[in-house]
């Protein structure tokens, strides 16, 4: 599987991320698509779309995705939700979830913060692929795609843009 994963839309879908996501199989959205249903809708009819509700949501968008979600990839275990942190430093909601799921990747939003890292405590590779958008501090908007196959996750790619 050739997973395209982004976060922190806030209502920007750009031209580049969609070339860049162009030979994914699927789309993740880590929350804050920060627009309407619409918005949502215009990424998930252009690929299938796995993705979860973020804080700047509203009403919608919440009754569209939920606030996280387990599931299989590739034959890995993968838990999404936002508001996620990384190892060590995790929100004490997305501690609770890892505690029951024990997933092998986890991945989250929220900061705008792009971070890829193995969690050794887990054993289980933590992800966030920053922000997508324009609304934050960031500096450079990005974006992840890899592929997960054999219960291995491989060929990680980075795009960034400026702000």
Not at 40 to 45: A, H, L, N, P, R
Not at 90 to 107: C, N, T
Request: hydrophobic letters at 40%.
């Amino acid at each position: 599987m050739f997973v395209g994963l982004i976060s922190d839309s806030h209502g920007v879908w750009s031209p580049e991320f969609q070339e860049f996501l162009e030979p994914c199989d699927v789309v993740w959205h880590a929350g804050d698509w920060g627009a309407d249903v619409e918005f949502t809708k215009q990424i998930s009819e252009w690929k299938p779309v796995v993705g979860v509700f973020g804080n700047c949501d509203g009403q919608d968008i919440r009754l569209e995705y939920p606030s996280y979600q387990f599931f299989e990839c590739g034959g890995m275990s993968v838990l999404m939700t936002h508001i996620g942190g990384y190892p060590g430093h995790y929100d004490y909601r997305a501690r609770a979830l890892i505690e029951r799921f024990r997933p092998q990747v986890f991945v989250c939003g929220h900061s705008h913060i792009l971070k890829v890292m193995y969690d050794d405590y887990y054993q289980m590779m933590t992800i966030n692929p920053g922000a997508c958008g324009i609304q934050g501090w960031h500096v450079l908007r990005t974006a992840l795609r890899f592929k997960i196959d054999g219960g291995q996750l491989s060929d990680m790619e980075l795009f960034k843009l400026p702000r």
